[in-house]
């Protein structure tokens, strides 16, 4: 609840120090409320700041005992208070601000200690590194449903034949199921980046004092552990200066709505009624309110807008971030701004996993949609030179030809041949080719094309479900790593807690 009286500005922590007046309501307007939007999503990671920076003082002696354990009763009480129920005022400057005023209201004494040992921006880094952290295994989970639902496709269209399509021109006989999955591999470089970019956002900027450290005997390791995280960045200057941190988990995440795009991007072709190759759930699409007849592929055209906000977002931090080295300019816009477009790709990635769980593919459409367009060509050129011991150049030049003199001859022609095929070949070679009739007629059959695949990674049957056992076996791994490492934060976040508790003597 943000409260902002008509009356002047009132002082905040400023009054009687540096500052002979409290901040313009001009730039509580510009700024502080801009700071205090980001209440939801720092507001939790603040409280378990504070909680472990007051336990860390008392233990290395800083704080008082008993001061400390008013101090913890305070903040503790102060925890169990939802954030709709707290009173924030934005001249007071930010959610740090007010959640020490709440405590000094109650007792100034013991609040003073909350500031020790750190800067004003310290608490607030903190909890943004905890709500990314939050996010990026929330983020896991949502790829990790995304690309089985991928591979649950697939694993019902290892024989579904289909056009594959390059500059949306059919290009060679193919697998639905081979197509799934080459979206399927890009989620998982996704989900291990995304483990990467979790270890490097896991680290502790806490305990950094005047910047350069402080003379107080401040225990970052033991701040670091009580928090959950993997350990403390070390220097300290550079922990809270980071610039590469939001531009490279917003780039993590424009790289996997990239992958969703695509996708996307295909299924709203192939959902025209020109395509007609496949049709989306009523759940996922959206009527025209004037045009009675229409059935507009909404969820795939939010995916695509999605894609670009986030794009944009990536091109604000790496421009706020363009400062000397210690200005606040990409930390304060990074810490509502990051999480946010983190949860926007959170749940865009499970809109796409519900679309493709709800796709229904028209096959017999593929199949014979495969056959057409000349997608035999180039298994015609490849047997073209096996046959008559011709360079690939050669070859193609040959195939290519036919195909020309049977579009010429026939518009409508799909299919070299055997006549056109001849005549290319003797105007290419001055001979007939050693080709035989019974290869060519092999061509005839796109499933019996795709059946050649059959080398790593192909489209063939065995080698694509070789990929959906590999494929599955993968996300396996990545989704007990984030069970077990979900687990192990909430352990550590729960026992911060009741370590307050013991030592406050409330537990």
């Given at each position: 609840m943000v409260e902002q009286g008509d009356g002047p500005p009132v002082k905040g922590q400023g009054e009687g120090g540096r500052l002979r007046e409290g901040p313009a309501r001009e730039l509580v307007e510009a700024s502080f409320a801009r700071e205090i939007a980001d209440a939801p999503t720092l507001y939790r990671g603040l409280s378990l700041a504070d909680l472990a920076h007051v336990l860390m003082l008392v233990d290395v002696g800083v704080v008082p005992e008993a001061d400390g354990r008013a101090l913890l009763g305070h903040l503790l009480e102060l925890h169990e208070v939802a954030l709709e129920d707290f009173p924030l005022n934005p001249t007071l400057e930010d959610v740090y601000s007010n959640r020490e005023a709440w405590v000094r209201a109650r007792d100034a004494d013991v609040a003073g200690w909350m500031g020790a040992g750190r800067p004003r921006r310290e608490p607030a880094t903190i909890a943004y590194r905890l709500a990314v952290r939050d996010r990026l295994l929330d983020l896991a989970g949502a790829t990790e449903g995304a690309a089985s639902a991928l591979v649950a496709q697939a694993r019902g269209h290892v024989h579904t034949v289909m056009p594959d399509y390059t500059y949306l021109q059919p290009a060679t006989p193919t697998s639905l199921a081979h197509y799934l999955l080459s979206f399927v591999y890009p989620l998982l470089r996704d989900l291990e980046r995304l483990r990467e970019a979790y270890?490097?956002?896991?680290?502790?900027?806490?305990?950094?004092?005047?910047?350069?450290?402080?003379?107080?005997?401040?225990?970052?390791?033991?701040?670091?552990?009580?928090?959950?995280f993997d350990g403390a960045i070390e220097n300290t200057r550079d922990a809270m200066w980071q610039v590469d941190q939001p531009v490279e988990i917003l780039s993590q995440a424009l790289t996997h709505l990239l992958h969703l795009?695509?996708?996307?991007?295909?299924?709203?072709?192939?959902?025209?009624?020109?395509?007609?190759?496949?049709?989306?759930?009523?759940?996922?699409?959206?009527?025209?309110?004037?045009?009675?007849?229409?059935?507009?592929?909404?969820?795939?055209?939010?995916?695509?807008?999605?894609?670009?906000?986030?794009?944009?977002?990536?091109?604000?931090?790496?421009?706020v971030g363009k400062t000397p080295s210690a200005q606040m300019d990409n930390r304060i816009f990074a810490l509502g701004e990051v999480p946010r477009a983190l949860d926007d790709v959170c749940r865009t990635t499970r809109l796409m996993a519900g679309v493709v769980e709800g796709l229904t593919f028209d096959t017999a459409l593929m199949a014979a949609r495969a056959g057409r367009g000349f997608t035999q060509a180039t298994d015609l050129a490849e047997l073209v030179m096996q046959s008559d011991g011709l360079s690939y150049r050669q070859a193609h030049r040959l195939v290519a030809l036919a195909v020309r003199l049977?579009?010429?001859?026939?518009?409508?022609?799909?299919?070299?041949?055997?006549?056109?095929?001849?005549?290319?070949?003797?105007?290419?070679?001055?001979?007939?080719?050693?080709?035989?009739?019974?290869?060519?007629?092999?061509?005839?059959?796109?499933?019996?094309?795709?059946?050649?695949?059959?080398?790593?990674?192909?489209?063939?049957?065995?080698?694509?479900?070789?990929?959906?056992?590999?494929?599955?076996?993968?996300?396996?791994?990545?989704?007990?790593?984030?069970?077990n490492t979900t687990e192990f934060v909430r352990t550590q976040e729960n026992a911060l807690v009741d370590q307050a508790r013991r030592r406050a003597g409330s537990a």
């Open positions: 270890g490097r956002n896991n680290r502790c900027p806490g305990g950094i004092g005047n910047i350069n450290g402080s003379r107080l005997p401040l225990d970052r390791r033991q701040l670091a552990a009580l928090l959950g795009d695509r996708l996307a991007e295909d299924l709203q072709i192939w959902n025209t009624q020109e395509f007609g190759l496949v049709e989306l759930a009523d759940r996922h699409a959206r009527i025209s309110m004037i045009m009675p007849q229409k059935k507009n592929p909404y969820s795939l055209a939010f995916v695509r807008g999605i894609t670009g906000s986030v794009m944009g977002r990536l091109v604000s931090m790496t421009a049977e579009i010429e001859a026939d518009p409508d022609a799909h299919r070299v041949s055997a006549a056109r095929l001849e005549a290319a070949a003797a105007e290419v070679l001055g001979r007939p080719l050693r080709l035989e009739a019974a290869a060519l007629q092999s061509l005839a059959d796109s499933a019996e094309v795709v059946g050649t695949r059959k080398g790593f990674g192909g489209a063939a049957a065995e080698p694509v479900e070789a990929m959906i056992a590999e494929c599955t076996e993968a996300l396996r791994e990545h989704a007990l790593w984030r069970r």
